[in-house]
């Protein structure tokens, strides 16, 4: 961790994926390098933390999504993480009674024939210029289109009257999901441990008005020759940043980009051998207001919920511990009563409530899928911009923050050797 200089020749603004990546990217560049990090920790939206001695809980990001394709993979092999690549349990090891297997067939089937209907309206999109609301691909009547609409509030924080359908279908997904033993957190801690930081030091304004920018932190202002910003759209869209002179279409960029909402709990479980390992437990598949739970994760005595959507925001909202008590009490209306003496609260993620996230991941409102593109644009040639928004097909990943941090050191490089 560094002081902070009165000069640098390129200033990366958030410590996580995103800053990490562009930083590791600059390593060998010639360029004077510093990441300026809000909190006391590098990560951002990654964040692993012993939730107990047995219990390794990731609040954030847990899967390496596509990871036939994530950079994080390689990297995680390069600094000996274990990867672990059994299959994920949302599908294919449901457990309990409440959703029995013909049930469960009816609602993939249902799920794809959504998806199918999404791919076909987004290419008329395209070709009429016209997008709209992911949910207007429901068939109307179906039973499953509450647990279809809570499905996207996993996938993209928030309900499907609220996703373009341009923006939907342009994620890229190859269906392959793996996870780090130690922590996907851990994993991009240990990527960030000899970057160039600057922790608890709260950027407040990027003066570009003169030949070199001037930022304004919580521990006193540097200049800079170059600026890359990597920090959640939701802090852009309500100014908890400022630009000056005023970047209003990167505001307005964000603010058709915000940050869904996706939270997590984890719960000590008595007697765990009672249970399978990674098992996946539904209960309430007929609302969109539902938890969904990874029975032992990696082996571990507990159980992780899952929440999504207004769903995630209105327990947030009803304070700390809510999330553990909904799942205590879902948990238990599917297994029975005898279980509720064998779960305890460790953890809960409250991204919403975090002033550094303010959500989890992006996703585009309707009619503004192209806002990726408008906000990952460098402006004057001093002023780059990444984060997972601002990646084209793996948006609300780590590894799509990471590789466009990547994407704006080597626009920084270019632009220097110029």
Request: aromatic letters at 8%; one cysteine or more.
């Amino acid at each position: 961790m560094m002081s902070l200089p009165s000069s640098v020749d390129v200033a990366i603004i958030g410590a996580g994926a995103a800053g990490l990546g562009a930083a590791n990217a600059l390593k060998n560049s010639g360029l004077s390098v510093l990441v300026l990090e809000a909190r006391d920790r590098v990560g951002g939206r990654a964040h692993t933390i012993m939730a107990s001695p047995d219990v390794t809980f990731d609040v954030g990001c847990g899967w390496l999504h596509s990871a036939d394709e994530n950079t994080f993979v390689k990297i995680a092999e390069q600094l000996g993480f274990d990867i672990n690549k059994s299959l994920p349990p949302w599908r294919e090891r449901a457990y309990g009674k409440a959703f029995p297997q013909d049930d469960r067939d009816d609602f993939i089937r249902a799920l794809n024939a959504f998806y199918d209907r999404a791919e076909q309206a987004a290419k008329q999109a395209e070709q009429s210029g016209r997008d709209g609301p992911a949910n207007i691909c429901l068939e109307p009547g179906n039973r499953w289109n509450p647990m279809i609409d809570a499905i996207s509030t996993y996938i993209n924080g928030c309900e499907l009257d609220s996703v373009s359908l341009l923006d939907m279908d342009a994620y890229e997904d190859t269906d392959l999901n793996w996870r780090v033993r130690r922590g996907y957190g851990a994993l991009i801690a240990a990527y960030g441990a000899t970057c160039p930081l600057a922790l608890n030091c709260q950027v407040t304004l990027i003066d570009h008005s003169a030949k070199r920018v001037r930022i304004e932190t919580s521990q006193g202002t540097l200049t800079a020759d170059k600026v890359i910003i990597t920090v959640p759209t939701n802090l852009i869209a309500d100014e908890a940043i400022r630009f000056h002179p005023p970047l209003a279409a990167k505001v307005d960029a964000a603010r058709g980009l915000p940050l869904g909402l996706a939270d997590k709990v984890t719960l000590a479980l008595d007697e765990p051998e009672a249970l399978p390992l990674e098992g996946n437990l539904r209960a309430a598949t007929m609302r969109t207001a539902m938890g969904t739970y990874h029975i032992r994760p990696f082996g571990q005595p507990c159980i992780e919920g899952f929440f999504g959507g207004r769903f995630a925001q209105s327990l947030e909202d009803a304070g700390e511990g809510t999330l553990a008590a909904e799942s205590i009490n879902e948990i238990v209306s599917i297994l029975g009563n005898d279980f509720r003496r064998k779960l305890k609260p460790l953890a809960e993620s409250r991204w919403a409530h975090d002033p550094f996230a303010r959500g989890s991941y992006s996703h585009a409102l309707p009619g503004h899928a192209g806002d990726r593109a408008v906000l990952a644009a460098p402006v004057d040639g001093r002023l780059f911009f990444a984060g997972e928004a601002t990646s084209p097909g793996f948006f609300s990943t780590a590894h799509g923050a990471r590789d466009s941090g990547e994407r704006a050191a080597r626009e920084v490089v270019a632009l220097t050797k110029r």
